[in-house]
């Protein structure tokens, strides 16, 4: 059962429409309609017990009595009949099944039960099957349209390069419907509800691998298999078919996890992102942007061949807001080379030869200056694409064919892989003449630069693709570690700079410890019960001497048993007082989806104010650990800031790569917060750890 297999559904060549209605508007009927409408050429066996004909085909009344074998059969007839009929179809050869009816397992546990008959019936038979709940798919090539969303009443979907995969029907029956709108076309379009066979990580796998589809675009509420989405993504992003992900929903966190920086910090939609970035996806924050994205893409071909971007204005505000949303979207604005600055001034000398380029409104008086402008700025730079904002030009098309599209064409015949994108106000009349060859028309410049933005940043990703590693650590289960003194033992027996602590189960053994240790010490409450030590007073720094250790030791008891008198108190810790170096975080959440996920980020006290951290997926090399590190902004303290001395950030990056191991070989483990661990000029120290198991 691989996503080579999906053929079955997209490639059908017959199809069977088991509860097919008469009623063109009924959903039976809907289907057989839209699919007799879109120009599908292939064979179609309406299947309904209670008619011999329907909307002028013979009908059938039960997929077992067509003649042949059809590819395919959709069934959308009541919810206690699609076992039935599933079981009909499979017996009667059928190798493709989309499910249309719902009220399986998004209803209840009887439905999931019978969901999950259902996708055993198919996974034995070889069948491949879209849903159930399902709104069905499209392949737009070749017009089967196995869906009977109310969209095709307005909008039939042309053939295009951009495929969609979505688990909410809903969600992509608007996306493809404002795509239309907009002029962009499809390969193919699947909604895999709820997901009991085919997923949308399988769809993205299969997508991969269409040589149809050019771009990816994806939504999802969660994925079930956080390794297969993984593969899917990376398989795209080899094969340079840029994703762009819609992602919904934020998954709540164990009461265990909460508790806990990382917890907080690692949750499960942070898990999410860190894995598109790391697999080469871009995450869109609306349907406006994904759409953005897909058509600057769709269109140009290809990526744009760096992040630098060059801007021919005739508007010096527009300039402006062009460079603050390079800031915003990860692109650079590099100043104009001085050999293209001096070839602008001798066509255009009313210019501002910069970057932004402000052409003004004095660009009408020089014959095709705009575009000749455009010729200079590409053949005396390396600018990757080149934004011309031409204000309402676009509104005239017969002006625009002369004075543009033409000389446009012409000019991108002479730059090949240099892209020029446009801005202007306009009829979709110019839209689809630019868009011919290859120049995608924005009406917004912010929205044009930050989709160049989202590309270039898919492009980086490409460069730096996480490589799956195997664990090379046998699995093992962890002991007790509810305390920070036996979480630091399991941490230090892993190799993190532990320093040594001694556990005290009254106050001459907490004095005796301190005098060996050495002045100053810190004192710390011990309870598996208790995770925030300072917020029941189980904590006192920078203890001095002797007496200091007597006087510290009864204020703690005392404050711990007033403020929690429940709690089982296994004693103090003494800990030597660690001054200077750089505080940060080192975390791992074990996340429900994707496995082991190493953060790291600014920490102490600034942890949850700044929430400076990055997050990364297990296992981790020295070399991912240290790309990791680098994201993080408060790694310029560690570089040695404003003149301080420099930290050990190899320490750091050795501890990263450690912490990974020991959550590798212990799958057991929920969460470990070591917070802070100080980075110092040389070598790093664990100052508190909680680790929670399952």
């Known amino acids: 059962m ?33 699919l007799r409408e879109s120009g599908y050429e292939g064979a179609l066996f309406p299947i309904n017990r209670s008619g011999s004909e329907i909307q002028g085909l013979p009908a059938y009344p039960s997929v077992l009595d067509v003649p042949g074998v059809p590819d395919q059969a959709i069934i959308v007839v009541p919810t206690g009949s699609v076992e039935s009929a599933l079981h009909d179809a499979i017996q009667k050869g059928v190798k493709s099944v989309v499910v249309l009816t719902a009220g399986f397992a998004e209803i209840d546990a009887q439905g999931r039960a019978a969901q999950d008959r259902m996708a055993a019936m198919c996974k034995a038979a070889g069948v491949r099957m ?50 239309t709108l907009r002029g962009m076309g499809f390969s193919k379009i699947v909604a895999t509800g709820n997901e009991a066979d085919v997923d949308v990580a399988e769809a993205i796998d299969y997508l991969a691998g269409d040589p149809s589809t050019r771009v990816i675009m994806a939504a999802l509420e969660s994925a079930k298999d956080g390794q297969k989405l993984r593969r899917a993504l990376l398989k795209a992003a080899k094969a340079q078919k840029p994703v762009i992900i819609m992602k919904v929903g934020r998954s709540e966190l164990g009461a265990a996890a909460a508790a806990t920086h990382t917890g907080s910090l ?23 942007q994904m759409l953005d994205i897909a058509y600057l893409i769709s269109t140009m071909g290809h990526l744009p061949i760096n992040n630098e971007l060059a801007v021919l204005t005739s508007s010096g505000g527009i300039g402006v807001m062009v460079a603050d949303a390079c800031g915003d979207s990860g692109l650079t604005m590099p100043a104009l080379p001085e050999a293209a600055r001096t070839a602008m001034l001798e066509l255009l000398p009313f210019a501002v030869a910069a970057n932004p380029l402000d052409v003004t409104a004095q660009i009408t008086s020089v014959k095709n200056g705009t575009v000749r402008a455009l010729d200079l700025m590409l053949s005396n730079s390396g600018y990757g694409t080149t934004l011309a904002f031409l204000a309402s030009a676009g509104l005239a098309p017969s002006s625009f064919k002369m004075n543009y599209a033409q000389p446009l064409a012409e000019l991108k015949a002479r730059h090949p892989g240099r892209d020029v994108v446009i801005v202007t106000l306009s009829v979709p009349e110019v839209d689809r003449e630019l868009e011919e060859i290859g120049i995608p028309v924005f009406n917004d410049a912010t929205r044009a630069t930050f989709a160049l933005g989202a590309a270039a940043t898919i492009r980086a990703r490409w460069a730096d ?48 410890a301190a005098d060996a240790m050495g002045y100053p010490v810190v004192l710390k409450i011990v309870s598996p019960q208790i995770v925030h030590k300072t917020e029941v007073g189980g904590v006192a720094l920078n203890v001095s001497n002797a007496d200091g250790v007597r006087a510290a030791y009864r204020q703690i008891m005392d404050s711990v048993r007033a403020r929690a008198p429940e709690v089982q108190i296994d004693g103090i810790l003494v800990c030597p007082m660690i001054v200077g ?95 802070p661990l100080v980075v110092r000029e040389t070598g790093a120290a664990v100052l508190d750890a909680v680790i929670f198991k399952q």
């Open 266 to 288: 690692a949750g499960n939609d942070a898990a999410y992102d860190a894995v598109f970035s790391e697999c080469g996806a871009y995450r869109a924050q609306s349907q406006e």
């Open 130 to 179: 879209i849903g159930p709940n399902s709104l069905g798919l499209l392949n737009v090539e070749s017009r089967l349209f196995s869906t009977f969303s109310v969209v095709l009443y307005g909008v039939r979907p042309k053939a295009g390069n951009i495929a969609l995969a979505t688990q909410s029907g809903a969600f992509g029956s608007a996306l493809y419907g404002a795509a």
């Open 581 to 675: 170096g750089t505080e940060m975080i080192l975390g791992m959440n074990n996340d429900a989806t994707f496995g082991p996920m190493i953060l790291v980020g600014a920490g102490g006290v600034n942890t949850e104010l700044y929430k400076d951290v990055s997050l990364v997926s297990a296992p981790l090399t020295h070399a991912r650990a240290r790309k990791a590190l680098d994201k993080v902004k408060a790694t310029a303290l560690l570089k040695g800031w404003r003149g301080a001395a420099p930290k050990d950030m190899d320490a750091l990056v050795k501890a990263m790569v450690k912490l990974s191991d020991f959550a590798m070989s212990h799958p057991d483990i929920v969460s470990v917060d070591v917070n």
């Open 465 to 512: 693709l996480y490589e799956p590693v195997e664990a090379t650590r046998q699995a093992h289960a962890l002991g007790d570690v509810s305390t920070e003194a036996l979480a630091k033992e399991a941490l230090a027996d892993a190799g993190l700079p532990v320093p040594r602590d001694v556990l005290s189960v009254d106050v001459e053994a907490a004095v005796a």
């Open 2 to 34: 691989t996503s080579s297999t999906l053929s079955a559904l997209f490639d059908a060549k017959s199809v069977a429409i088991i509860g097919a209605s008469s009623d063109p508007d009924r959903i039976g009927g809907r289907v057989l309609r839209f």
